[in-house]
């Protein structure tokens, strides 16, 4: 059965540091999504992405963050300048029409140290 | 902005009950789903609903879009249902790639 896959599964990195996340999201999916989920709180919308570009996005993405999808299988979240409080487990998700089922990844762990 | 209540927060019944998660919505939305989120903390779809009722084996989700409210029901549960619940909606504002907006989750645990 298809899947999103997510790389790395945890990553620690030092505070200031540059961290990138990475997605390959389903094969036929067309809308692509960064969601956070803090310890202990709900999930949070991020950004999403369709058709090259940033279709929307939330008050949580600020210039710190960045989106990229630099070939055809593969969608990536870059944080510039880690903060401890970017310590959160990052889902990508996947679907084939925007009003559809979403696919998600297993998550990446990232903890700022 | 479209906030997102479930009931109970926590719930832990005895293997064999049925069981009732609770979810209410404030503004019109084009979808909701119900996704499931085990302690390793890898999420899971489990139904999407626009109307109506769906079921797959023993999990039934029923939405009731006048009321924006929605039940997920775990009939026979069993210690392996042990997992956080999630309700999840899709507000259509036409573009068609916003975020989905999460509840808080029902952390579920079936004792045996």
């Known amino acids: 059965e298809p899947e999103v896959t997510q790389t790395p599964s945890h990553q620690v990195t030092q505070m200031g540091q540059e961290v990138i996340l990475r997605c390959v999201p389903i094969?036929?999916?067309?809308?692509f999504y960064w969601y956070r989920q803090i310890l202990g709180q709900k999930v949070e919308f991020l950004v999403s992405?369709?058709?090259?570009?940033?279709?929307?996005k939330s008050e949580i993405f600020d210039d710190q963050f960045s989106v990229e999808r630099p070939d055809g299988s593969n969608f990536t979240l870059k944080i510039r300048s880690t903060k401890l409080e970017d310590s959160a487990m990052y889902f990508c998700?996947?679907?084939?029409?925007?009003?559809?089922?979403?696919?998600f990844g297993q998550g990446t762990r990232l903890t700022v140290v | 902005k479209n906030e997102v209540e479930q009931s109970p927060q926590n719930l832990t019944a005895q293997e064999g009950e049925f069981i009732t998660i609770n979810c209410s919505y404030s503004?019109?939305?084009?979808?909701l789903h119900w996704l499931q989120q085990h302690p390793g903390g890898g999420i899971v779809s489990l139904f999407m609903l626009s109307s109506g009722k769906k079921k797959h084996g023993r999990l039934i989700a029923t939405i009731n879009i006048q009321e924006k409210h929605s039940s997920l029901h775990i009939t026979a549960s069993h210690p392996r249902d042990s997992a956080v619940y999630i309700c999840a909606v899709d507000v259509n504002s036409g573009g068609g790639a916003d975020g989905l907006t999460f509840g808080k989750g029902t952390h579920l645990i079936i004792q045996p």
């Open positions: 503004v019109g939305i084009s979808a």
């Open positions: 992405f369709y058709n090259n570009e940033i279709s929307e």
């Open positions: 094969s036929n999916h067309l809308y």
């Open positions: 998700a996947s679907k084939v029409e925007g009003v559809g089922e979403a696919f």
